[in-house]
């Protein structure tokens, strides 16, 4: 699972975005950290997608959709990634709920908060195949059953076991 979109309460809007910035400002994409668009379709997708977003109010916090760069030692010049690009405030009149749930997909999601019952009731509100309350989307159990909501997946595997 990757992490496709962050949702950040207002409340702490300031300390996660200078944090969060700090930390993409030594994202390398040759590092392996992790994975760069390669592919001509998914780089124009992308780069379409952060212009829209700005173009209706969304700032550009970090990164250019237009910028790539040649991977290393790659010998392709025709080869380029697109680099990270950070978007903020997409449409702030939305509810984090909402915005969570305005998407094809539901594989997976992650809430942090400090609140555990308030995290178990917006955890039953998305509409995902699995929600990780402070913890991060990749940490499932295995004996559980795990699939998607929407177009993630084919269903759920393991379903027999989660049953029992």
């Known amino acids: ?94 509810d984090a709920i909402s915005l969570a749930n305005d998407t094809e997909y539901g594989l997976s999601c992650s809430l942090f908060t400090t609140d555990l019952a308030k995290g178990l009731r917006l955890a039953r509100r998305v509409d995902t195949g699995a929600v990780h309350i402070n913890s991060m989307s990749i940490h499932d159990e295995a004996a559980l059953a795990h699939g998607g909501q929407n177009k993630s997946g084919w269903g759920s595997f393991q379903q027999r076991m989660g049953d029992k």
Not at 7 to 17: A, G, Q
């Open 1 to 94: 699972m990757s992490t496709e979109r962050i949702i950040v309460s207002r409340k702490i809007i300031e300390p996660f975005r200078e944090a969060f910035l700090q930390e993409v400002s030594r994202w390398d994409s040759g590092s392996g950290r992790f994975c760069t668009l390669i592919q001509e379709a998914a780089v124009k997708r992308n780069q379409r997608l952060a212009k829209d977003a700005v173009s209706k109010g969304a700032q550009l916090l970090s990164g250019n959709p237009d910028a790539r760069e040649k991977p290393p030692q790659s010998g392709e010049e025709s080869q380029l990634r697109l680099l990270p690009t950070v978007l903020e405030g997409v449409d702030k009149s939305m």
